[in-house]
């Protein structure tokens, strides 16, 4: 079974849409550890462990394949106990940095609840000294080495012992090189609390959480997993975002139109797998750049044409440049080397971690 079919898969799961569980679970019988390892890993890239294994389990005990229930049964135990694990000192961190007069945002992180991120996102308009004084005061903390990349984005990232999932905090601005300052103050201007299990935390407003998966899938990584689908049709559909706030937020740093093709591109992955999604207003549609044709499949993700990211850059660096954004323009014009640089430093070493 090729990656396209199974993102498709983990997309229906986790949409609870119909899904051809004959085929699914045919494959994961007869695949073997081997295969049910690679699903799983697929699963856990994308950031739906819970979200698909658990309809999957149901399906697996509802036609009486007790071997696929049973790994469902032993990889949903797992996960659950990682999550557990995270949010307990989540919420330990967050309330000891508040308590220190530090305003933390979690940010990206908990937008896949049930399932949680690779990292524990966060975002904190304090000094990065204070920052990691307290860190290292309270959580004996360690920084790990920062690349270019995290200067420039002024990103921090902390192991802490004890806990699997690393702790990585954005100070004051956001975007690869750091060049959005106003949209970022956003982000602890306008939180608000979420339940989250048996904890509450601070996380950014609906609109804020639209504009970070923007930025992080349209204008750094390039890629769209299933999860973002999924967050961000449940942020359309049950959160209610203001529009005229969110293109307000977005033209504060010039990404409006990645914004609208970032929702159109979800808005229809959606509607092919369900037959129905929420309905963006006709005139936003009119300003998105490309829809869910344009994306592909490479490797494990759902690809962005480089061509359109690169005519999203420019229209953000010119939108910059005409609000006399001097910080924004200059930080947006040390990507293109960078990526070069990022791209040298792969053909030379297979490695580019030393500039990302």
């Excluded at 307290?134 to 902390?158: I, V």
């Excluded at 090189?177 to 103050?185: C, D, N, Q, R, Y």
């Excluded at 009119?286 to 490479?298: L, P, Q, T, W």
């Excluded at 910080?327 to 500039?355: D, K």
Aim: charged share 25%.
């Amino acid at each position: 079974m090729n990656t396209d079919i199974q993102i498709n898969h983990l997309l229906r799961l986790s949409l609870n849409s119909p899904v051809d569980s004959d085929r699914l679970l045919s494959y994961l019988a007869k695949s073997g550890a081997e295969g049910r390892s690679s699903f799983l890993s697929l699963a856990n890239s994308h950031h739906v462990v819970l979200r698909a294994l658990q309809p999957l389990r149901e399906l697996a005990r509802a036609s009486g394949n007790s071997q696929v229930e049973g790994w469902c049964d032993e990889a949903l135990r797992k996960e659950r106990a990682t999550i557990a694990e995270s949010l307990s000192f989540l919420n330990e961190f967050c309330s000891e940095l508040e308590n220190a007069g530090i305003h933390i945002t979690v940010m990206k992180s908990l937008d896949h609840w049930p399932d949680i991120g690779n990292d524990l996102d966060l975002y904190t308009p304090s000094d990065p000294q204070e920052v990691s004084r307290a860190m290292q005061r309270r959580f004996e903390a360690s920084l790990k080495g920062r690349t270019w990349g995290d200067r420039l984005a002024q990103k921090c990232n902390y192991g802490v012992r004890n806990v699997r999932k690393s702790v990585e905090i954005h100070h004051g601005c956001l975007g690869q090189t750091g060049e959005h300052i106003a949209i970022a103050k956003r982000f602890s201007t306008r939180r608000v609390w979420q339940q989250v299990g048996d904890f509450k935390f601070m996380v950014p407003a609906p609109e804020e959480r639209i504009i970070a998966a923007t930025l992080q899938r349209m204008y750094r990584h390039l890629y769209i997993r299933v999860c973002d689908i999924v967050n961000t049709h449940l942020i359309l559909e049950s959160a209610a975002p203001d529009f005229a706030e969110l293109q307000r937020a977005a033209n504060l740093g010039g990404v409006w139109p990645g914004v609208v093709t970032y929702l159109r591109i979800v808005t229809e992955f959606v509607r092919r797998v369900r037959g129905s999604a929420y309905q963006l207003d006709p005139r936003l549609l009119a300003e998105s750049r490309f829809g869910m044709d344009e994306v592909f499949v490479r490797g494990i993700w759902l690809r962005v044409p480089a061509r359109r990211a690169a005519l999203l850059y420019a229209r953000q660096i010119c939108h910059m440049a005409s609000r006399r954004d001097l910080h924004g323009v200059v930080r947006l014009s040390l990507l293109p080397p960078l990526a070069s640089a990022a791209r040298l430093s792969y053909v030379l070493t297979g490695n580019h971690s030393g500039i990302w």
